[in-house]
């Protein structure tokens, strides 16, 4: 079955042309004009043709403070693909005591019925062992070539740097890749201890515990060591100006560092989370929401590549029975916010629109850097005939209101409640199959694949 995309603006992240798009069953075969007819056409006129975004970073079901995410990898995929993203990788779990391998058939065993899109695994690594290291090798060969460390959560997630250090020289062998969570999680937890000892239970505070300055320090901290084992790191959620300075001065001298950033610290602030009475609790995920001058600056980071990709580090907890749980104890509030389904209209309006960005900019960030960074390209992140046919019609002029009442997300509110933006991901496709068009949900559970990845590539302008 053939399709054709025709008379939209098609958009790489290098070119942006008026062209059709004919896609042969799964694939791309060609872009260009003339092409006659096909079984399908869809009319692109005043329309942007742009690849399927990949957001990198999500945590569907993930368990956490004795609950679940809010999203499973039904609802969540779901939203996803409504939001205009057509791959996901999200992160599977090494319980203490248990090897990655179990840890990866559990994720495998959740997403694989379930996900409507396409999506890859990531592996959190709470325990540092000689068989632990040995079977980063065998992740390796399995798909899954990229392995989160956590500098915060003690108890939880926390390695010690000889840890981090033996992980980073066993990637410096396997070609894997570290992503590191940075902040400084033993001063934060004496900060957080002394502040509830202090009566200070309110969500803010939860802010005030994790100071950016603890994110710069664990953030130089990752990069030195990355830089001793001579291997590339990759940092996760950047929220601040301290972080992203320290990544700017490692990559300055040559050391590999890359970083994403999240609309939620593009967009949303402090004053967010010290919102009047518990509505703060909203807004509590890891690193926090900083004080609103640091979004200048990391939409700098975004213009200059000292930050390369937008990711959502979505992780939904419901406000009325999950975020309650912190009612009296900012610190048991459950850490994450929904965001899988409104990055790409975000970074759009606020990106593209709003002038920070250009389109082929919006591409990059949204799905090319991805896809090279995390081993999915050339099938996946950008439109070339032979890549997936993985594409979103976009019109940037329709008019919407982000609302809980209108999202698709499974969770009982907004970060962005009310927030007028311009963008909306009309004909959502993957793998030449509709998944969302005329408003109207095509997908199906379990129709996504589970993708397995290539070693890390950092590829051309990113070195
Ligand atoms: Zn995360």
């Known amino acids: 079955m053939t399709t054709l995309i025709k008379d939209g603006t098609v958009v790489t992240a290098t070119d942006m042309t008026r062209a059709d798009v004919l896609i042969d069953g799964e694939r791309i075969q060609a872009i260009g004009t003339g092409f006659g007819d096909a079984d399908n056409v869809i009319d692109a006129a005043g329309r942007y043709v742009m690849p399927g975004g990949i957001d990198v970073h999500t945590h569907m079901e993930l368990p956490f403070g004795g609950t679940f995410a809010s999203d499973d990898f039904a609802t969540g995929t779901a939203a996803a693909a409504w939001g205009g993203t057509t791959t996901i990788v999200d992160f599977a779990v090494q319980d203490y005591g248990h090897s990655l391998s179990e840890g990866l058939d559990n994720w495998l065993e959740k997403a694989c019925p379930k996900s409507h899109i396409d999506f890859g695994l990531h592996l959190i690594v709470r325990e540092i062992s000689e068989p632990v290291l040995r079977e980063m090798d065998v992740m390796i060969e399995r798909g899954v070539p990229s392995f989160k460390l956590f500098m915060a959560y003690p108890g939880v997630f926390m390695l010690d740097d000889a840890s981090i250090f033996r992980a980073m020289s066993r990637t410096a062998d396997n070609g894997g890749l570290i992503m590191m969570h940075a902040e400084n999680g033993g001063a934060i937890d004496v900060l957080v ?70 609309p939620q610290y593009l967009y949303l602030s402090l004053d967010d989370l010290a919102r009047p009475g518990f509505e703060g609790a909203k ?56 965001g899988v389904e409104d990055r790409y209209t975000l970074l759009w309006d606020g990106g593209v629109a709003a002038g920070h960005i250009s389109p082929m900019r919006f591409v990059e960030l949204i799905a090319t850097a991805p896809a090279r960074m995390f081993g999915l390209n050339p099938r996946k992140g950008t439109l070339a005939p032979g890549a997936d046919a993985d594409i979103v019609v976009f019109n940037p002029d329709t008019p919407r209101t982000l609302s809980a009442a209108s999202q698709h997300m499974r969770v009982d509110y907004s970060c962005y409640e009310g927030r007028e933006v311009r963008g909306c991901p009309e004909v959502v496709m993957q793998r030449g199959n509709v998944l969302v068009s005329d408003g109207q949900f095509h997908g199906q559970p379990g129709a996504g694949r589970f993708l397995e990845r290539s070693r890390f590539g950092p590829g051309p302008g990113s070195g």
């Open 193 to 262: 201890k002394r502040y509830l000892a202090e009566g200070k239970t309110a969500p803010v505070n939860h802010g005030l515990t994790r100071p950016s300055s603890m994110e710069g320090e664990a953030t130089h901290r990752a990069i030195a060591l990355a830089e001793l084992a001579g291997v590339p790191v990759y940092i996760v959620h950047l929220s601040s100006r301290d972080a992203l300075n320290a990544v700017r001065e490692g990559r300055d001298r040559g050391v590999s560092a890359y970083a994403e950033t999240c």
């Open 283 to 338: 807004f509590v995920c890891s690193p926090p929401l900083r004080p609103a001058d640091h979004q200048a600056e990391l939409w700098r980071g975004l213009v200059t590549d000292d930050l390369q990709v937008v990711s959502t580090d979505h992780c939904p907890f419901d406000y009325k029975d999950q975020k309650i749980l912190g009612k009296d104890d900012f610190s048991a509030i459950p850490n994450g916010l929904p």
